[in-house]
């Protein structure tokens, strides 16, 4: 029987939406790996949709409430950690938000508020989990948050949400510093567009996901569960040297320069369906 990588570590996801959610293929590879796993929900909504899918896990997983907009939720929630479990040895942060009628059209047209709000729920939510994270976790323990390619590159109707997650990536690299003495790595996945509740809010994402399949490196698209198992790499002893990283999972999209020529014909005909 092999060896499974979790055995024995617990900690918590932050950001479970639904079955289609990152979140859940990252909380299906953690549990294949025999991790206990706490589970964070916004608001009583998102807790009926997330217990149903902490039924299915082999270990009867910690639901704990968690409004990330809110420091004193935030706080509180670890704090229900630490005296339930003591100690973690991991967190997965998968959480991002904007208004999505503000991500069409252009970028400087975001509102003041919208930017605000952007880079606290995507970007200072997870420096915020780091720190309480960091006063229960284990030394050595893993920190892994996920972000998107438009961090990097203009994105059609990603907008403010790009530059956001640039920030993050940028935020990664100063708390892998931070609690890199304590042998504590943190990282970032970068996935392909994948079709969660999140998405819903971008513009034109059907043609989005055609055109990634045309023009990757593997011709296709990631699935949640492909990213859960990056992710179980990077939570486990198989990641211990990779720390301050944005790793790409993404079938070799952000590889590529232009389009893919053997499959020019599909991505002309994609683009004149949409004029």
Known sequence: MSKLLMEGKKGLIMGLANDKSIAWGVA?????HGARIAISY???ALEKRVKPLAAQLDKEPLLIKCDVSDSSSVK????ELAT??????FLVHAIGFSDKNQLRGQMIDTTRENFAMTMDISCFSFIEACKYAATIMNDGGSIVTMSYMGSERVIPNYNIMGVAKAALEASVRYAAMDLGERGI????????PIKTLAASGI???????????LNSALERNVTPEEVGMATLGLL??????ITGEVIHVDSGYHIQGMLRMKNIKGTVEMLKEGL
Do not use: P, Y
């Open 28 to 32: 299906q590879a953690l549990n294949e």
């Open 42 to 44: 916004q608001n009583e």
């Open 76 to 79: 509180t929630c670890f704090e």
């Open 84 to 89: 339930k479990w003591g100690k973690i040895d």
């Open 185 to 192: 790595r943190v990282n970032a996945i970068s996935a392909g």
């Open 203 to 213: 513009g034109d994402f059907r043609k989005m996901l055609q055109w990634n399949a």
């Open 236 to 241: 486990s002893d198989c990641g211990s040297c």
